[in-house]
């Protein structure tokens, strides 16, 4: 079911990214489904790649759900993350931890 490498793990079969399994140095080179890819930018460790070309505005799939969406066009073997993604939990999480509530004052 999974791609998994020493640098990479697909958690499902239907994401279009990969996760970062340890710290990728630029120039690197990383396979993605049996294609090499040479890495342009440092990728922390948690940090995604896209496992294919991502146009702007599609949904990022991680875990076989959509986590975001693309901000700009993304190409396979290319660092995604807060640059480029915009996520559909970060706006939630803010609220919760500054204690904001519903539009009529209320708490969520």
């Not at 710290?23 to 440092?42: K, L, Q, S």
């Not at 290319?78 to 708490?107: F, Q």
Request: aromatic share 2%.
């Amino acid at each position: 079911m999974s791609e998994q490498t020493d640098a990479l793990l697909l958690l499902s079969p239907d994401d279009n990214v990969l996760i970062a399994r340890r710290r990728i140095a630029i120039g690197e080179t990383v396979v993605i489904d049996g294609r090499p890819f040479t890495v342009a930018e440092p990728i922390a460790l948690g940090h995604k790649l896209a496992r294919v070309a991502i146009a702007a505005g599609a949904k990022v799939l991680k875990y076989g759900a959509p986590i975001g969406v693309a901000t700009e066009a993304v190409a396979a073997g290319r660092h995604l993350h807060v640059h480029n993604m915009r996520s559909d939990y970060t706006p939630s999480v803010v609220l919760a931890e500054t204690g904001a509530g519903g539009t009529d004052g209320s708490e969520r």
